[in-house]
T-cell receptor, first 111, second 120 residues
């Protein structure tokens, strides 16, 4: 079973920040938080991941609470092309560690 | 650019035939690859873990004799859907995780673009 909880859907106006929450209250000490997104009929795309510190890259920012029980993915300036299903996943490190997908959040960016 | 190449992107076959899907890791070696299946409007479901040089590990409820997995090299895994039937029609996706220390690919899981299988 997936170990994360996300809202099923969210809307965001184009140009505004999209803040996608994720609850992972049972996360273990060595598990990373990963975020992927899937645009219709494509394979999931890696966005960002982190262990306990906040992370930022060219796509997004990841804010992890101090107790690591929840996190927020921030798309600073959402565009129509960011419309996708966003998955928050927790997984330990290691090449053989599989990712178990939950139902994700369907983000709809509108004009 | 893409670091996991999956082929073909889509395939249509007759019921009872077998279909092979290839998954290649580009720019990095993958001792482990994962195969997922996704039905319309549903999330990805892990089918099996493909291990280079050894037998694949299948998730509960996945028929290993129907979904044959071969991982003969560090860059190639194949999934063969044997005697395909219409209920096998789905979107199949492979993924691979880099080896830490190999050019920074470690810790990330990269996905192929997926294969849409339609069985008539």
């Amino acid at each position: 079973d997936a170990k994360t909880t996300q809202p099923p859907s969210m809307d965001c106006a184009e140009g505004r920040a999209a803040n996608l929450p994720c609850n992972h209250s049972t996360i273990s000490g060595n598990e990373y938080v990963y975020w992927y997104r899937q645009i219709h009929s494509q394979g999931p795309q890696y966005i960002i991941h982190g262990l306990k510190n906040n992370e930022t890259n060219e796509m997004a920012s990841l804010i992890i609470t101090e107790d690591r029980k929840s996190s927020t993915l921030i798309l600073p300036h959402a565009t129509l092309r960011d419309t996708a299903v966003y998955y928050c996943i927790v997984s330990p490190p290691g090449t053989a560690s599989k990712l178990t997908f939950g139902t994700g959040t369907r983000l709809q960016v509108t004009l | 650019g893409a670091v996991v190449s999956q082929h073909p992107s889509w395939v249509i076959c007759k019921s009872g035939t077998s279909v092979k899907i290839e998954c290649r890791s580009l720019d990095f070696q993958a001792t482990t690859m994962f195969w997922y299946r996704q039905f319309p409007k549903q999330s990805l479901m892990l089918m099996a873990t493909s291990n280079e040089g050894s037998k694949a590990t299948y998730e509960q409820g996945v028929e290993k004799d129907k979904f044959l997995i071969n991982h003969a090299s560090l860059t190639l895994s194949t999934l063969t859907v044997t005697s395909a039937h219409p209920e096998d029609s789905s979107f199949y996706i492979c993924s691979a995780r880099g080896i830490p220390g190999q050019g920074g690919f470690g810790e990330k899981l990269f996905f192929g673009s997926g294969t849409q299988l339609s069985v008539l």
